[in-house]
């Protein structure tokens, strides 16, 4: 995939993915944070802000899609309401933009990381 097929994080583009590429149906699509998340086994790539400001490259495991967000596993803590930038790569479509730390819960290898996408206005 070259970079010009990566595609802006948006809700439409989200909810076209989980319509055509992960089949499924659209009755499944609310509105509502109780979103049902689909299991979505991919690694995302993280820009996250050290102490300086400056984004860090990271790597990290995805485990379940919805339209609002995603949850990952990560090696380290990350802050509650920090904004992050993510990259989500398929062999369908690639995904750039932003999303912020809803939770980041102690797991035995890591944390159980909760992002809530960014969508642009």
Same mark, same amino acid.
């Given at each position: 995939?070259?970079?010009?097929?990566?595609?802006?994080?948006?809700?439409?583009?989200?909810?076209?993915?989980?319509?055509?590429?992960?089949?499924?149906?659209?009755? !499944?699509?609310?509105?509502?944070?109780?979103?049902?998340?689909?299991?979505?086994?991919?690694?995302?790539?993280?820009?996250?802000?050290?102490?300086? !400001?400056?984004?860090?490259?990271?790597?990290?495991?995805?485990?379940?899609?919805?339209?609002?967000?995603?949850?990952?596993?990560?090696?380290?803590?990350?802050?509650?309401?920090?904004?992050?930038?993510?990259?989500?790569?398929?062999?369908?479509?690639?995904?750039? !933009?932003?999303?912020?730390?809803?939770?980041?819960?102690?797991?035995?290898?890591?944390?159980?990381?909760?992002?809530?996408?960014?969508?642009?206005?």
């Amino acid at each position: 995939m070259n970079t010009a097929e990566i595609m802006p994080l948006t809700k439409e583009a989200v909810h076209n993915f989980l319509l055509t590429q992960a089949g499924i149906e659209s009755q !499944g699509l609310s509105e509502r944070r109780s979103t049902q998340r689909w299991p979505f086994p991919a690694t995302v790539e993280l820009w996250i802000k050290d102490d300086s !400001g400056v984004e860090q490259y990271a790597l990290a495991t995805c485990i379940n899609l919805s339209l609002y967000g995603l949850g990952i596993l990560y090696d380290d803590l990350l802050s509650e309401n920090e904004e992050v930038g993510i990259a989500i790569h398929e062999p369908e479509v690639s995904f750039h !933009g932003r999303a912020i730390v809803r939770h980041s819960t102690s797991i035995e290898d890591g944390y159980y990381v909760g992002l809530c996408f960014v969508f642009p206005s």
